[in-house]
């Protein structure tokens, strides 16, 4: 951290405000010198093994050592100049980033397009008590905010200073760490085993593999190994992913907001301040309905996955991976305070909608008060959209050659990209037409009535192929949602 300089008092009888005096490092400040070992020490790994499992090395253990010794000098010495080459700076409005030696990059994070900030710790860097930060910059990917590897402590006090320079307040930085409230929830472990292995996926995956292995010893009916390691796949991932990834889930709050923690091996910190929340998405499968289980997403700028890097670009923040009713709606009402979701009056969609969903058409819903929209559907896996008025972007109506058949039309209200997705399907035209003109005018009166303390950068979701008025949309646009 770069050296404070604490605010002079003025003239006697002139009051003084707290000012925040420049803190531009002109040389930058290095990361942690662990940091080449943290990052490469996978690549270290993957060359053992290769080595380990050549047959001709394993034959001359001589070369097979010097091969593997060559490998980690070469890695210590190309990561030793990656972390020598590598400095960051805190400048009045933003955090520079200088990396690379032969292709020199610099990153320019401003203050005021930090949307949210993750301190996380892989399993690693926590063995040697190190830490990432992670900011969700608006407009750019995941590894745009990423800066490896701090001491906790220093990521810590770093992480708070960007949360009180995002907000716009003229203060020095803060050189204590922050201290949490008392934990809101916490998930137990039993209940993220439990939602995975109910999960669609995991059940599916679980039945084929259960019926390749039928096939193979009861009917001798030989498909290859190769044929079960997807469905092993589909049974492991999700296991690693909910069990493993979320493990200890807590939730609590603090001064900047809500903040999430999680993770067995990779302990990852996530905060949401407030006002920058998008929109919600609360998911129930099937059987997590009869158990009365939930899991609630959130759209916040900056968070969505960057398909670029190989992420799911409808991937949101994780506010709680399953929880029961009472412990959603309690988690509701602390992200959008007064909200209550079983007092907004829901409006069904019409019986004629049957012939274009038999079975769907009875859970399409959709509701509003004075705060947000809230659209229903999906029967197999119920889908509850939450967006907030003065976050909408645009409003439009869609209408396929079937529907102007049976008179129906569907309206989106386009939101920040993330999994939020708002859309009233199969209404009446002239109740879609009315919706169309009612929620533009409560997006308009939103914007110009709420203050926002933050001026929050977002990226738009990409248009829609066919337009964004009246096109035609067939009922396979939406069949994934039954």
Do not use: C
Request: aromatic share 6%.
């Amino acid at each position: 951290m770069g050296p404070v300089t604490e605010p002079t008092p003025g003239p006697p009888g002139q009051q003084t405000a707290a000012v925040r005096p420049p803190v531009t490092e002109q040389t930058g400040a290095r990361l942690h010198p662990l940091t080449p070992f943290v990052k490469g020490w996978g690549y270290f790994v993957v060359a053992a093994f290769a080595l380990v499992n050549n047959e001709g090395l394993r034959s001359n253990l001589t070369i097979a050592g010097i091969g593997l010794a060559a490998v980690l000098v070469g890695g210590i010495l190309l990561g030793a100049l990656s972390w020598w080459f590598t400095k960051w700076q805190l400048t009045d409005d933003a955090i520079r980033v200088d990396s690379g030696f032969l292709f020199r990059r610099t990153r320019i994070i401003r203050f005021d397009r930090i949307q949210a900030i993750d301190v996380a710790q892989p399993f690693v860097a926590r063995l040697f008590g190190m830490a990432e930060l992670r900011m969700d910059v608006a407009g750019g990917g995941k590894s745009d905010g990423k800066l490896s590897y701090f001491t906790y402590e220093e990521a810590g006090r770093l992480r708070t200073t960007l949360l009180v320079r995002a907000k716009g307040q003229q203060v020095v930085e803060q050189q204590t760490d922050q201290v949490e409230m008392k934990p809101l929830l916490v998930v137990p472990t039993g209940r993220l085993l439990g939602a995975t292995l109910l999960s669609s996926t995991v059940l599916a995956s679980a039945g084929g593999l259960v019926w390749l292995i039928a096939a193979a010893t009861v009917l001798n009916f030989h498909i290859g190994l190769f044929a079960g390691l997807p469905l092993l796949l589909g049974v492991v991932q999700p296991i690693w992913k909910q069990v493993v990834g979320n493990h200890g889930f807590t939730l609590s709050e603090s001064d900047h907001g809500l903040r999430t923690k999680r993770g067995l091996f990779d302990v990852q910190r996530q905060t949401v301040p407030p006002g920058r929340v998008q929109g919600l998405l609360i998911t129930e499968p099937l059987i997590w309905r009869l158990l009365g289980w939930s899991r609630v997403e959130l759209d916040i700028a900056g968070v969505a996955g960057n398909k670029d890097e190989g992420e799911n670009d409808h991937e949101g923040a994780q506010l709680l991976p399953v929880g029961e009713r009472v412990e959603v709606a309690g988690v509701l009402a602390r992200v959008l305070p007064g909200f209550d979701l079983s007092r907004i009056e829901m409006h069904r969609a019409p019986e004629r909608a049957k012939w274009l969903r038999p079975i769907g058409w009875r859970y399409l819903a959709y509701g509003a008060d004075d705060q947000v929209l809230v659209t229903v559907r999906g029967w197999v896996s119920r889908r509850t959209s939450i967006v907030l008025h003065h976050k909408t972007q645009s409003v439009r109506l869609q209408q396929g050659p079937l529907q102007r058949r049976l008179g129906l039309a569907n309206v989106h209200v386009d939101t920040p990209l993330g999994p939020t997705d708002a859309v009233a399907l199969h209404r009446n035209q002239s109740e879609a037409a009315a919706l169309l003109q009612d929620q533009a005018v409560r997006a308009r009166e939103a914007r110009r009535t709420v203050a926002s303390p933050f001026a929050v950068q977002t990226q738009p979701k990409p248009p829609s192929p066919d337009g964004s008025s009246s096109s035609a949309a067939s009922p396979a646009d939406d069949s994934s949602d039954r």
